[in-house]
């Protein structure tokens, strides 16, 4: 057994607290504790399900006090399976320090394998309320008179206490019905309403009367989050990813084209669907994408094509350009007498303009005979 000495936490603040180190020599000989706590926490994520590879995250701690080389007594904890690592850990030296407080036991020593855990509880900042009550415990043990001493022991090293604990954890996390300890952490509880929020933001998404071509591509609004924000969106890619853009089908919805038809075909609509999957003039672009992410170009496998991010990058710079092209195309054509009337609504004088402009008319008239009567 090769533990590392550790300071008491947090007793005395005026005295620095040494930094763990192993025992060598004569340090192996002050080592010889008669009762010890070994206490073991245990987070374990297990496949539950060999079909979905569900996994669950089980959770349990356990304490085994040895005295002069065999295990005196043993007890198992049951914990929520939302408890962080460091509730666990906490909770472990937690339950070993108020079992030393309710003995009569005069020098009882405290191993741990959880290095950080000990670590945090020499931080006189630390206001969790474990480590408070760790601290309670410990300056009880300490007014009696008597000794307790925490040390950070490797794990898995053979230590027989240190393995029994390891056991009975284990045990404890895959047998316990009831929770010991149940106080879920604030990450949880944000956790929740995050998932909570998702969900509801889901099913508005899902059932909108808008937003049908951006479902097609992004189905799920968390995979939609993502998507958009890790890849490099453009303009073009806007106009496919909503349908609002420059394809005849929109422009014609809002009266800024004659006819929604495609250039190549007057029977065709110009769709989102018929300029990436169908339209001729593409044809070329689109057969070079498919041969190089090895996928077929179908409206079903756009949203897993997106989702990919291997292949994904290669489909954007595909988009982009048929889009850019069509858009272009579109701006070119003649604009409608409506279109006209968007754009240039200052170039057809008002009423109230038009009789100003005849009254001016009518005044200059009237000055040019004046004049010519006054010339004759
Ligand atoms: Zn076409």
Known sequence: MTPARYQPPCLDMSVPPHLPRLLQGSDVLVFRPQCSVYCKALLHWSKADDVTVLTLRIVGAALSWW??????????????????VFQLELYALHRATRLVSSSTDNKVNILSDSRSSLDLLRNPKLSHPLARSIKENIARVVCEGREIKMFWLRAHIGTAGNERADELAKTAALQSTSHDYDKVPLSYVRKKIREESVRKWQDRYATSSTGAVTRKFLPDVNQAYRITRSAKLTPAHVQMLTGHGGMG?????????ESPKCECD????????????????????RQDLETLIDWNLVESELKDILADTKHRPHFLSYSDRVFRVAARRNSTIAPTRNQYQYFKPQSQPSQHHHKQLLKKQQHISCWIVEKKEKLD
Do not use: M, Q
């Open 266 to 285: 007057p029977n065709i609509i110009e769709s989102v669907w018929h300029i990436i999957l169908d339209c001729p003039r593409f044809l070329a672009a």
């Open 249 to 257: 089908e929109y422009l014609y919805r809002f009266k800024l084209k």
């Open 67 to 84: 005295e002069d080389g065999k295990e005196k007594l043993s007890e198992t904890f049951g914990l929520h399976p939302s408890c962080t």
